[in-house]
């Protein structure tokens, strides 16, 4: 992992602006993806959002079901219980 510094001030409503280099080395596109933060100790950290099964963690082959991502296979678990 490549470790980046920067500072950046939060406006008043609370927002901060990810730079570019970061954006483009977590291949992160403006309008169309999505970023997820963690707090640990006293540290914020901020992942790109890769959605992935509720059950098992996976993030292959997917299907939304009532706004949830389950992935294929603990479907067809589902299906032959």
Do not use: T
Request: net charge positive; proline share 4%; charged share 30%.
């Amino acid at each position: 992992m490549r470790a980046i510094g920067c500072v950046r001030q939060i406006d008043k409503l609370g927002r901060l602006v990810l730079p570019s280099d970061i954006r483009k080395m977590l291949n992160i596109r403006d309008g169309s993806d999505s970023v997820e933060f963690f707090v640990d100790d006293n540290c914020v950290i901020i992942k790109k959002y890769r959605p992935a099964c509720i059950f098992c963690n996976s993030p292959f082959n997917l299907v939304n079901y009532k706004d949830q991502s389950i992935c294929e296979s603990c479907v067809d678990e589902i299906k032959n219980r």
